[in-house]
């Protein structure tokens, strides 16, 4: 076998995670060796300020100093760092940089929307492939911004969105639980992008939506009725349309103290999930509209563990 031990860090507005694998290049294929995820919300105030608050900058070099640990106790031989949204708009974003670097080795690669997009399809389709009809609809659901990406073996067509959960939070979301008011005028966000969005990448073409990301894994959570978060329950799983829109309302819908007491949120997603899980619900609502209008049926959704992170990691080969 014609392995390599990697590293990869896929650094976003709201989590930093960490996966450690070997790759075995003949194949492409990943065995991991560690898997972790801590939230930084490295996004907070950045779509308000335009730089990256102090306490958010401290938070992510200590959760990269954390990963470096863990990269060097494991012997990774090859190292990327992936940063997204939060980063690519701030104007401190040098410090960052700097602060990655002297902790990791490597510095953060801000890759442009479409490069996000393709990495994260690669990851959800290398495990996804064969076992669902292609084309895909590759949607990876983030804390600053939302890629869809559509392909069968390689991306056709990619758009990434300026909406996500933080986004969205911070943009309208104040009220606990949030006001009619307030959902609309996300709901009216989230639409204006997705028809800019639809016009580059053609959803009706859609014959499997593959749902990406904490918020989408978090709403199947949700949706399945799990007390726990269960990563082999829900890497993989398939449910109905209308199922994961009405796990979507529900989250929206609740106290800030309901989201909480679930027993599989994460705590660094309470506050954010009604934003991701409106997201979510308008993704996968027009995906179904206009995959009905060309004739077609999309009566299932998808939900993958293997996102971009699998991306960054199988890009080192």
Known sequence: ????????????????RLLVADLDRDSGTLTDLHRSME??????????TGMIAPEALQRTLDATARAADVARELGAERVRFVATSASRDASNKDDFFEG????????????????????????ATSVVGGRFDAPYLVVDLGGGSTELVL???????AYSMDVGCV????RHLATDPPTAAEVAAARADVRAALDEALAVVPVAKTATLVGLAGTV???????????????????GSVLATDAVLRACDELLTM???????????????????????????????????????????????????????????????
């Open 255 to 317: 106290t800030r103290a309901e989201r909480a007491a679930l027993g599989f949120m994460h705590p660094g997603r309470v506050d954010v999930i009604g934003a991701g899980a409106l997201v979510w619900s308008e993704v996968v609502a027009r995906v179904r509209d206009e995959v009905a209008a060309a004739g077609g049926e999309l009566a299932r959704v998808v939900t993958s563990e293997h996102d971009i992170l699998d991306g960054i990691a199988l890009s080192l080969g």
């Open 100 to 123: 990655v670097h002297a902790r990791l080795g490597v510095y953060p690669e801000v890759v442009s929307g479409e490069e996000e997009a393709a990495l994260s399809f690669r990851g």
């Open 1 to 16: 076998m014609s392995s390599t031990r990697v590293a990869a860090v896929d650094c976003g507005t709201n989590s930093l």
């Open 217 to 235: 894994t978090t709403v199947t959570a949700h949706a399945l009725g799990l007390d726990h978060y269960d990563r082999d329950r829900i890497n």
């Open 39 to 48: 939230v930084v919300r490295l996004g907070q105030g950045v779509d308000r």
């Open 167 to 170: 986004r969205m939070t911070e």
């Open 151 to 157: 392909g069968s073996r390689e991306p056709e067509a």
